[in-house]
């Protein structure tokens, strides 16, 4: 082994156990390898991350009520127990000629918490006493369950086909949850079988290229059990089906394909994330020499397989959140071996042996790569803390980010020095006075710039500062949007007659959509239901109440690409065509479930006047399809409330609407729902997860400088990450929602980690002896290889999510990639100039 001179510490920790036990290494590599993949292979596969049902239905028939009548003795009576629940969060009722409908939501919280709660609703139901008559109070409390499969049974004898299709695929072991719609009761006994009765299914299916032709059908919605591989589960109930002998004439057709959808979303996710794997090895590239490159890129590999083996371990399945997590955190797991990698060349180029530069390098950089993955973990971890469905629907984003960056520590310490003792040979910085690499050309640029700021301390942060507050400027026009809409080939088509219509009536208006349904080339198939609403077939589309003057028709395109134009289309006829009811075509939308974007709750005096009121605003901004439930006796904890409910036109946003019409809407009694809503108790969340973040970045700082002082100069540069921020939504056109926010709440932590090892090595060059300004000067130029490679690693990596993510994505992503690079431009610069003009102020020593 080579000789240690006498410089080298007589301890490198595990850095040095495996630059000396490279065999052990080699094997350990081996083992990560295997386990990421056999991970891969395990780990359940979603589109989507699951939102915790914390929602049940109670439903309670007296055949002989009228509305009213139902709202007195039933509704009310049951409300009042239910307040008694202790983790009630909300009540919304409707009260209905013969039928109570009562939707009642609870707290998130443990499956097992949730689960006792509705045994304690059951106990609570029990003691009420209801007037003579009225059928017992039936809770649903997996209403929300989306089928994995949906199937259309077709043909004459389609009921006793989906009788046996639903018999036989209880022997799948994997199979839920079986339920049939559009299933005539035999007789009809109670007031369900009625309701029942007037539920009816038809299909409208394209054989290749041939027509559109409609047929009655039987709708099938199957369950897959928790835990089970989606792929494997499709494969065996489609083997199922397809070895049964069913009468001549039926046909069984797919109507609703989740296991397809996870494939497509997944496999979509995957490519992203090669191809920002590809991207992050080509910048590594091009700002390093090929051997520490490849370093990098066998660095990247091997951090993903401890990352996955953390998710199958935690059971984080993948799903667009997963997956999406993965391409964030690229840019980031390069940063510790870059930074290790940098520091052996630095040895290396210094005279030390390979066999001590290996994990010396590492060694001396250990509390900067360590406080560096602890603020890059602490500017996403705290997102974990989100409440109710947001938190669930985000909550796998920290985890996994989580997961990667202590990967990306623990390779960084360990592989990273085991590969660079066979590779590396040395590179020296950018402060070198002699260099052969292109971006030498940038740094006499660089040193010019810092110098002049240098000399004009008090300007530049004054100029850095005054540039923050102009892009604050933009802020007021950005579109406000909580959710985009999931980019599916599919979108919906909701029906409602006045109340009082018959079946017939509403069959009347679905044969006039079907027939115009039949006539557009972009539609593969379409089912619609009269009497009710389709089973659940994505996580927030809630099904339908049934009800004889309600319908809904799924349409299912050839294309995603083809649903906006077709609903822009459709909507233009049916709004010629349809003129007796309410007809909404609209597309499927991601993020919490809600009927309509603009929703405005009105209650107390007056109910009337204000809801015209409301109405006729929102009709003057620019509403579409502006109408209201006071057609329905509607309570929301308690109290008799009207909501009017609005769509935006087709491209526009819903939050532009609303700003023009609020102004005219009555003073009191409203309440804002929908949209505006969530997007409020986001932003409020958000700013208490941002607080515990910057705390804890400043707290992991002043640890490790052992200075508040020190640490403030490094916090005063966070707020600059902001001006790439604003500009990169505007310019992106990205809308200002959920996942900006998540972006702008994680971005401080990103920038100070990339920029932490700049004020590590100030501090080392000062302990050393080396005047301020020149040691600044001095840090600036060595570490600016390692902070331009980890930042355009980071951004570059982000590309192709923002470019193929989908618009999900395309906020979070402009919110990085633009904050990132004004930020360390100007951090750069101003990091500097602060710590001098802190010293010069005798703040910091």
Known sequence: MDSSPATAPSHGGIARFFVEHRLFGWLAMIAVLVWGWLSFQSLPQQEDPTFPTHDAVLVTVHPEFTGAQIEQEVTAKLEAALTQLPTLEKLQSQSKDNISTIVIRLKTDRKEVIGQQWQKTRELLQAVKLPEGCEQPRLETDY??????????????????????????????????????????????????MVASSYSARTLQR?????????????????????????????????????????????????SDQPAATAHRISEFLRCFIEAVIVVVLVALLLMDWR??????????LTISMTLGGMAALHVPLQQISIAALIISLGMLVDDPVVASDGINRELADGQPRGIAAWLGPFKLRRAIFFGTIINIVAFLPLALLPGDMGAFIISLPIVITLALVSSRIVSMTFIPLLGYYLLRGQKGFDAVTGSHPLHRLVPHYKTALQLALRHPLFTIIAAYGLLAASAALVPFFGKQFFPVAERNQFLIDLQLPEGSTIEETQKVTAQLSAHLQQEAAVQSAVIVSGGGM????????????????????????????????????????????????????????????????????????????????????RTAGAYKVHDDSGILTRINQQRTVTVKALAPFGVLASGILNRARTAFPSAGIEFGGEERELRNSQREMERV???????????????????????????????????????????HASFGFMALIGIVSLAGVIVSHIIVLSDFIEEERAAGVPLESALMHAALVRLRAVLATVFATVCGLIPLAVTGGELWRPLTAVHIFGLLFGTVLTLLLLPVLYFQFAKWKWIK
């Not at 043909?155 to 005539?184: C, M, N, W, Y």
């Not at 089970?228 to 057709?253: C, M, R």
């Not at 906006?564 to 349809?578: C, K, S, T, Y």
């Not at 804890?696 to 200075?707: D, G, K, T, Y």
């Open 535 to 618: 089973p659940m077939f994505y996580y927030n589309v809630l099904p339908r109440q049934p009800a004889a003057n309600v319908a809904q028709v799924l349409v299912n395109t050839r294309r995603a690409e083809d649903v906006p134009a077709l609903i822009v289309r459709l909507r233009e006829v049916f709004d010629r065509e349809i003129k007796q009811a309410l007809c909404l075509v609209k597309q499927i939308e991601q993020g919490p479930a809600l009927e309509t974007p603009i929703q405005i709750e009105i209650s107390g005096a007056d109910l009337q006047a204000k809801t015209a009121q409301v109405a006729d605003a929102l």
């Open 292 to 301: 520490t490159a490849f370093v990098v890129a066998v660095a990247i590999p």
């Open 207 to 255: 054989n290749n290229v041939g027509p559109l032709t409609p047929a009655a059908s039987v709708l099938v919605a199957v369950e897959m059990k928790a835990g089970n591989i989606i792929h494997d589960f499709k494969e065996a109930v489609l083997a199922k089906i397809g070895s049964l002998t069913l009468p001549d004439g039926i046909q069984v057709i797919t109507v």
């Open 144 to 193: 929300q369950l989306p089928a994995t499969l949906l199937f259309a049974v077709l043909g004459d004898e389609a009921a006793a086909a989906a009788d046996v299709i639903e018999k036989e695929l209880k022997s799948v072991p994997s199979t839920g949850r079986i339920r049939q719609f559009g299933h005539a009761p035999e007789e009809i006994t109670s007031f369900e079988d």
């Open 690 to 732: 941002l607080k515990i973040s910057l705390a804890l970045i400043a707290l992991a700082m002043v640890i490790q400088f052992r200075s508040v002082m020190k640490s403030l100069v490094v916090m005063l540069t966070v707020p600059l990450g902001l001006i790439g921020a604003f500009t990169g939504l505007a310019t992106t």
